[in-house]
């Protein structure tokens, strides 16, 4: 089954405590993304990959840092979390280029985060 | 750069009645649009998509949403709303060429019966 899987689900941590979430896809996508969402303000781009190696800053990048080894994988690191970071996270991944179906995300079930 | 307005934040509308969610968006170039649906405590489902060609697309569970280039418009519509539609409703954008997808706020249907 196509999918973007997202580990965990659910975290609880402490300010300051590194961190990492986990996102797979197997279905060879060139880009992935990072979004967390808020209330009241939507999903908002955090990082994303065009492939391998090559990641640049969405609209909130402060906080998090992202690294693209492997064309399926892209984590999301959070080196000093802070409570503002407080989110839902979710990975995304497309195949970025080409043909109608390739326009639509994937997403994963979501990463809830709470940092106290 | 690109962005996307939802008029609404919250709809609430009876069991049976129509509803419209409306979605605005900005950008000087084509555009690939989309509406995403979240159920409580789940992730993002997508409702349906417009690439090109007939500017009225249909997606699942009934829902349908028509482009309106010079209005810049993209609104989601159903002609008969069930309580399992309660949920929360992204519009989202997406720039030709380019990959990153920009969404809305989002709009809470409320469905009661």
């Known amino acids: 089954e196509a999918q973007v899987t997202q580990n965990p689900r659910y975290l609880i941590t402490v300010t300051g405590k590194k961190l990492t979430v986990t996102c797979s896809q197997n279905?060879?996508?060139?880009?992935m993304s990072w979004y967390r969402q808020d209330p009241g303000l939507g999903l908002r781009q955090i990082y994303y990959s065009m492939n391998v190696e090559v990641t640049d800053k969405g609209d909130v990048p402060e906080g998090y840092k992202v690294s693209r080894k492997e064309k399926r994988n892209f984590p999301l690191i959070l080196e000093s979390p802070s409570p503002n970071q407080t989110s839902l996270y979710f990975c995304?991944?497309?195949?970025?280029?080409?043909?109608?179906?390739?326009?639509?995300?994937?997403f994963g079930s979501g990463t809830r985060l709470t940092v106290v | 750069a690109q962005s996307v307005t939802q008029l609404d934040s919250q709809v609430p509308v009876f069991e049976e009645a129509p509803v419209e969610l409306r979605c605005n968006y900005s950008s000087s170039v084509s555009v690939y649009l989309f509406w995403y649906v979240q159920y409580p405590n789940q992730g993002l489902q997508l409702l349906l998509k417009?690439?090109?060609?007939?500017?009225l697309v249909k997606g699942i569970n009934g829902f349908e949403a028509e482009f309106n280039k010079s209005q810049t418009s993209f609104h989601l519509r159903k002609p008969s709303v069930h309580i399992s539609d309660t949920a929360e409703y992204f519009c989202?954008?997406?720039?030709?060429?380019?990959?990153?997808?920009?969404f809305g706020k989002g709009t809470m249907l409320l469905v009661s019966p």
């Open positions: 417009y690439l090109s060609g007939s500017t």
């Open positions: 995304a991944s497309t195949s970025g280029t080409g043909g109608e179906d390739s326009y639509g995300y994937t």
């Open positions: 989202a954008v997406r720039r030709g060429g380019y990959s990153t997808l920009t």
């Open positions: 279905m060879n996508h060139e880009y």
